[in-house]
T-cell receptor, first 116, second 113 residues
Framework: AQKVTQAQTEISVVEKEDVTLDCVYE???????LFWYKQPPSGELVFLIR??????QNEISGRYSWNFQKSTSSFNFTITASQVVDSAVYFC?????????????FGTGTKLQVIP | KAGVTQTPRYLIKTRGQQVTLSCSPI?????VSWYQQTPGQGLQFLFE???????NKGNFPGRFSGRQFSNSRSEMNVSTLELGDSALYLC????????????FGSGTQLSVL
C-alpha cells in the first residue's frame, strides 16, 4: 500500500516570510516518483516538480526549493520570501507500483494563505 | 498546444439522476486519469485509461464508470447520483503513464441536490 501524509491542513504566513510544507510518504517500491502540485483558486492543478527515488539531490527553482530525504521518507517544499500569489492549495503526490499497476496517490493538501 | 479541456465546468443534478463528464487530453497524450476532489479528502483516484483500455481503477462503487475513445478523449459516467457524489472531478493526462508529470484540466464541479 502507498500513502502520502500532509499533516499541515492550513498555514497562514505574512508576505515575505519563508514557509515549509511537509510531505511524508510510504511505499514498498524501490523505484517511485514524488511530485508537488499547486492548485490556485481556479481549480486547475499545476505541476511544480518531479523527483525519482534515486535522486536525492535537493532542488532550487527561484523562490522554491525541495528537500528529499529517503531516510525519513519526506519530500518537503519550502517557499522563500512568500508572496500573495503563492496562496493556493499544495498537493504532494507519490507514483509507485501498487497491485501490478503504476498508481498515483495524493496527499490531502496544504492550504497556504499569504497575508499582505 | 491546447491544455486539458473538461466540460462542462459546472453541473447541478438531483439524486438518482446520471451524469456524463468529458475530458479532452493534450494532443498526443494517451493516458487519461480521473480524480474526485472533496474538501478534506484530497484527490481520490477513480480510474486511468490508456489506449482505450482501463489500466487501473480506484476504490469507487460500480456507479462510477468511464471510457476512452480512439482519439484519447475520455468520458466518465456516474449513475444513480447520491448527495455524497458532489465534488470537483478532475481529469489529468500524460503522454504514456502516471509516473510522468500530469497535466490537469480545470475540473467539473458537480452538485447533487
Amino acid at each position: 500500500a502507498q500513502k502520502v501524509t500532509q499533516a499541515q491542513t492550513e498555514i497562514s504566513v505574512v508576505e515575505k516570510e519563508d514557509v515549509t510544507l511537509d510531505c511524508v510518504y510510504e511505499t514498498r517500491d524501490t523505484t517511485y516518483y514524488l511530485f508537488w502540485y499547486k492548485q490556485p483558486p481556479s481549480g486547475e492543478l499545476v505541476f511544480l516538480i518531479r523527483r525519482n527515488s534515486f535522486d536525492e539531490q535537493n532542488e532550487i527553482s527561484g523562490r522554491y526549493s525541495w528537500n528529499f530525504q529517503k531516510s525519513t521518507s519526506s519530500f518537503n517544499f519550502t517557499i522563500t520570501a512568500s508572496q500573495v500569489v503563492d496562496s493556493a492549495v499544495y498537493f504532494c503526490a507519490l507514483s509507485a507500483h501498487s497491485g501490478g499497476y503504476q498508481k498515483v496517490t495524493f496527499g490531502t493538501g496544504t492550504k497556504l494563505q499569504v497575508i499582505p | 498546444k491546447a491544455g486539458v479541456t473538461q466540460t462542462p465546468r459546472y453541473l447541478i443534478k438531483t439524486r438518482g439522476q446520471q451524469v456524463t463528464l468529458s475530458c479532452s487530453p493534450i494532443s498526443g497524450h494517451r493516458s487519461v486519469s480521473w480524480y474526485q476532489q472533496t474538501p478534506g479528502q484530497g484527490l481520490q483516484f477513480l480510474f486511468e485509461y490508456f489506449s482505450e483500455t482501463q489500466r487501473n481503477k480506484g476504490n469507487f462503487p460500480g456507479r462510477f464508470s468511464g471510457r476512452q475513445f480512439s482519439n484519447s478523449r475520455s468520458e466518465m459516467n456516474v449513475s444513480t447520483l447520491e448527495l455524497g457524489d458532489s465534488a470537483l472531478y478532475l481529469c489529468a493526462s500524460s503522454a504514456e503513464w502516471t509516473g510522468e508529470k500530469l497535466f490537469f484540466g480545470s475540473g467539473t464541479q458537480l452538485s447533487v441536490l
